[in-house]
């Protein structure tokens, strides 16, 4: 294939940036946008350019069979039914984290798919901030010696507002571990090359939305929390969040910590979010335990793909690699339906520490799913 068709299902904030995103990419070309919301569509419609044809059910877009891959990027809640019907296609999916709002929901999904020949990415773009790759790649190298522990902190601003304020219940996103943090789990996962056994979890609806009320209803998603993972080779991370830290010059930093060093990937917050709405530069350090130095490197990104989005670059180099497989047309996604399954399961049992004040054993459900 020269030219690669996508149909944007969801053209919300993510549809959006996914758009964008793809337009920075040769050969591509937005061959539909499908959304139920009028305003959405028309937004989402701008920016694809005058060839995109506009659906309003995912449905009526699958028959048309316009696509070579089809990108999901609908509200949490509707991703399991929407999945179900893009499964029985045979057309590539890129599916917007999380791959569903619980795990059994992914289990299901990963069933249906398993005599697919399509390819299925799951979207984890903070693998592909620059930073966190430099920081994967230093770690390959045995920069950090033997890893042992990790540790991800996420100081950021509240929940956007979204169409029908889906994001601000439980239901709709499968609770604040899941929607914002299964990137956070997969990170852990794919860093320390381990499957998550035990999870526990503490945190509050504490500061944001404490008085809002959407159809006599109050939001119920925590705001900040601690999470603590143990791993199957030994190995443990935890998890710092806190939505009400916008002040804060770095949005987030991950450290993985070895026997010879520590590495951190720090990433600033997005520009249009900064009171001087300057672009901030992100880096990575090595602090070496036996010469008791730091190293510092800035770790530059093209302007036009910081702009393209909020997630610091992130999901134009997912796009780039996703593209490569569409290409190619064969391989294997770099994130697939068990990344999916594995950051949900983790962000599930995290959701459930906090209300329970268990500790949540993973074991049971990761033999499930191996079997």
Not at 293 to 306: M, P, Q, S
Request: one cysteine or more; aromatic letters at 8%.
């Amino acid at each position: 294939m020269t030219n690669i068709r996508y149909g944007i299902i969801g053209s919300g904030m993510m549809g959006q940036e996914h758009i964008r995103n793809i337009a920075l990419l040769e050969g591509t070309q937005i061959a539909a946008i499908c959304d139920p919301d009028p305003g959405m569509r028309a937004q989402a419609a701008a920016l694809a350019g005058p060839g995109a044809r506009v659906f309003e059910s995912h449905r009526a877009l699958l028959e048309a069979d316009l696509c070579d891959a089809y990108v999901l990027a609908a509200p949490n809640d509707l991703h399991a039914s929407v999945m179900r019907d893009l499964l029985a296609t045979d057309t590539a999916i890129l599916c917007e984290k999380p791959l569903a709002t619980t795990a059994a929901d992914c289990r299901a999904l990963m069933a249906r798919a398993e005599e697919r020949a399509a390819p299925v990415w799951v979207a984890m773009e903070y693998r592909y901030m620059p930073p966190v790759a430099r920081l994967a790649e230093a770690l390959a190298q045995g920069r950090a010696g033997r890893p042992q522990m990790l540790s991800i902190r996420e100081h950021r601003f509240p929940f956007l507002e979204k169409v029908g304020h889906w994001n601000r219940f439980n239901a709709r996103t499968g609770g604040t571990m899941v929607e914002k943090c299964c990137h956070f789990f997969d990170l852990m996962r794919f860093l320390l090359k381990a499957d998550p056994i035990r999870v526990y979890a503490s945190g509050g609806a504490d500061v944001n939305h404490r008085g809002e009320i959407y159809e006599g209803r109050t939001p119920d998603i925590v705001d900040n929390a601690f999470v603590t993972v143990d791993f199957d080779n030994g190995t443990r991370a935890m998890l710092e969040l806190c939505m009400f830290a916008e002040g804060s010059y770095w949005q987030e930093v991950v450290s993985v910590t070895g026997d010879a060093a520590r590495l951190d990937a720090c990433v600033p917050g997005p520009a249009r979010f900064a009171p001087d709405k300057v672009e901030r530069v992100s880096e990575f350090v090595i602090s070496d335990r036996a010469r008791k130095t730091e190293t510092r490197e800035r770790i530059e990104v093209d302007h036009r793909i910081l702009g393209a989005g909020d997630h610091h670059g992130s999901t134009y180099y997912q796009h780039a690699r996703f593209l490569d497989l569409l290409r190619a047309g064969t391989g294997t996604p770099e994130v697939g339906l068990i990344d999916g399954y594995w950051s949900v399961l983790v962000g599930e049992a995290a959701e459930r520490s906090i209300r329970t004040h268990e500790v949540i054993d993973l074991r049971s459900a990761a033999a499930a799913s191996a079997a």
